[in-house]
């Protein structure tokens, strides 16, 4: 979910109908947690300011990794006490701790699979806030770092213990610093699509997991135990990843044919995300090994490269058929690409 305020976009992981679901169904303690995550962006309004006055922002060489984790004691006050650098000591605190590696591990997988340098592609810190508010219930990205709730222990687990939940969130800034695509209607679902894709690849990255192994999971932990659902979506098989009465039944389609016309989230940019993600998905499968050499090439020259704001769905399988010929000299793998968008019904 992003939404803009006048001086910050805040892109967070959990979708808003789920927390419209808990705000129906909940108790009075759930329904005031959801309220509270629902209505985040507005709340931290001018915070971009306050992170930019933090002295830790200087620059070092280019190509460094450069972490820093701070606290915010349960406040909203961004980005908090700072907590943890990148030469200081592992922390007893798990949340620091996974904050730091997730970053680490984000840095390493962009840098080592496909050249990147940081978010921006020019060394930029990764800063994390960790303890964000009171039993807050997600993650989010707002633009120049990461903010991570503890979870309620009901519904959603701590928001540091998924590395995809990291990746997907870490993402929204490489689409932020690239194509820049308009978080609404199908460019705003291409780019939830463009953050399932990375934070996936970089769980697999990780686990050295192959395309067919892998689980294709985003948000797997995330739900408390009671909670009937294996993570916030499904990639392979998307609208079976939860299923419960508190939180409602996974709404994502798996084809155009199923796609939603909603005015709710944002044009529904977290539910018809299922189509893209379901064609990258069969293609990583259909092409074998590690989705993240040819399918995740393809997708990351697309993003950083082809993308436009306001790129559409059929425009994108375009590009990515576009990007697989010239990448592998028209061996094929254009055509492969071609059948996965015709499955989920996205003629090129």
């Known amino acids: 979910m992003c939404t803009n305020s006048t001086h910050i976009a805040i892109c967070s992981i959990i979708p808003p109908v789920i927390m419209e679901k808990i705000a129906e169904n909940g108790t009075a303690r759930q329904k005031e947690l959801a309220y509270q995550a629902i209505s985040v962006g507005g709340q931290l309004r001018g915070q971009r300011e306050a992170i930019m006055r933090v002295g830790a922002f200087k620059g070092t060489s280019a190509g460094t990794k450069r972490r820093t984790v701070f606290d915010a004691q349960h406040g909203q006050s961004l980005p908090g006490k700072l907590v943890r650098g990148e030469k200081d000591r592992k922390s007893s605190d798990i949340s620091v701790n996974e904050a730091f590696t997730g970053s680490g591990k984000t840095y390493d997988f962009y840098k080592m699979v496909y050249n990147r340098n940081s978010i921006d592609d020019s060394g930029m810190r990764l800063d994390s806030t960790v303890h964000?508010?009171?039993?807050?219930?997600?993650a989010f990205w707002n633009g120049q770092q990461m903010v991570y709730g503890d979870g309620d222990g009901q519904i959603f687990n701590r928001f540091t213990k998924s590395i995809d939940v990291i990746g997907h969130e870490l993402t929204h800034g490489v689409t932020q610093f690239t194509a820049g695509l308009e978080y609404q209607d199908q460019s705003g679902a291409l780019n939830e699509h463009m953050s399932d894709?990375?934070?996936?690849?970089?769980?697999?990255?990780?686990?050295?997991?192959?395309?067919?192994?892998?689980?294709?999971?985003?948000?797997?932990?995330?739900?408390?135990?009671?909670?009937r659902g294996v993570a916030l979506r499904s990639m392979k098989a998307p609208g079976?990843?939860?299923?419960?009465?508190?939180?409602?039944?996974?709404?994502?389609?798996?084809?155009?044919?199923?796609?939603?016309?909603?005015t709710s989230d944002n044009g529904g940019v977290h539910i018809n995300s299922g189509i893209p993600?379901?064609?990258?998905?069969?293609?990583?499968?259909?092409?074998?090994?590690?989705?993240?050499?040819k399918a995740g090439r393809i997708w990351y020259v697309t993003l950083t490269e082809k993308v436009k704001p306001l790129t559409q769905f059929q425009e994108?399988?375009?590009?990515?058929?576009d990007a697989a010929r010239s990448l592998f000299n028209a061996d094929g793998?254009?055509?492969?690409v071609k059948t996965a968008w015709a499955g989920v019904g996205v003629k090129i």
């Open 132 to 138: 964000f508010r009171r039993n807050f219930n997600n």
């Open 333 to 336: 793998t254009e055509q492969v």
């Open 240 to 262: 079976t990843a939860y299923d419960d009465p508190l939180i409602g039944k996974d709404p994502q389609p798996d084809h155009m044919s199923k796609f939603v016309k909603t």
């Open 277 to 293: 993600n379901k064609a990258f998905c069969d293609l990583a499968i259909s092409l074998g090994g590690n989705a993240w050499t």
């Open 197 to 227: 894709v990375f934070g996936s690849l970089l769980k697999q990255y990780s686990k050295r997991q192959t395309a067919k192994g892998a689980d294709w999971l985003i948000g797997e932990g995330l739900f408390a135990s009671g909670i």
């Open 316 to 321: 994108f399988a375009r590009m990515t058929f």
